[in-house]
């Protein structure tokens, strides 16, 4: 059977709960057709790069799926149905991947480094680049421009 990712966002003023049920009811129309979930995760709550249907945020669902064509289509067309999906994008794959998806590994990085600055740890204001520019002059220093006066 192919192989396919499916992402789908749901509504804001859903409760992550409701985000489950949703999920829950789509995995049982792909097994129902004869298909597999290999794996769901829940991406969160996450802002949209884009106001949909006047929401400016939405959940996110990824799951992979191993299913015939048929079991997809009855898939979305009952997420469009559903006023609680926004949006929706099924992507066929040629192998799916194995272990957390790469946002959920760039989440993973970024809670591990909070935790080290929390603890002190990393880099200084001067290697972020807070610190004085090359030269030795920083914006407080910089020459005035002629003919203003403030």
């Known amino acids: 059977m192919p192989l396919y990712e499916h992402v789908f966002i749901a509504r804001q003023d859903v409760s992550a709960q409701q ?6 009811a789509f995995s049982t129309i792909i097994t129902e057709n004869g298909g597999k979930v290999a794996k769901t995760e829940y991406w969160g709550l996450r802002n949209l790069t884009y106001r949909i249907k006047k929401n400016r945020k939405g959940h996110y669902v990824l799951m992979n799926l191993d299913a015939p064509p048929a079991a997809i289509a009855e898939m979305e067309r009952q997420m469009g149905i559903n006023e609680d999906v926004v949006r929706l994008l099924t ?8 272990g957390p998806s790469v946002v959920m590994q760039n989440r993973a990085n970024r809670e591990e480094r909070s935790r080290r600055d929390d603890m002190g740890g990393g880099y200084s204001d001067r290697d972020r680049g807070y610190g004085p520019r090359e030269g030795g002059r920083d ?12």
């Open 139 to 150: 914006r407080g220093d910089r020459p005035r421009m002629e003919g203003r006066d403030d």
């Open 19 to 24: 985000v489950e049920g949703l999920t829950e």
């Open 91 to 98: 992507v066929r794959v040629e192998a799916l991947e194995e």
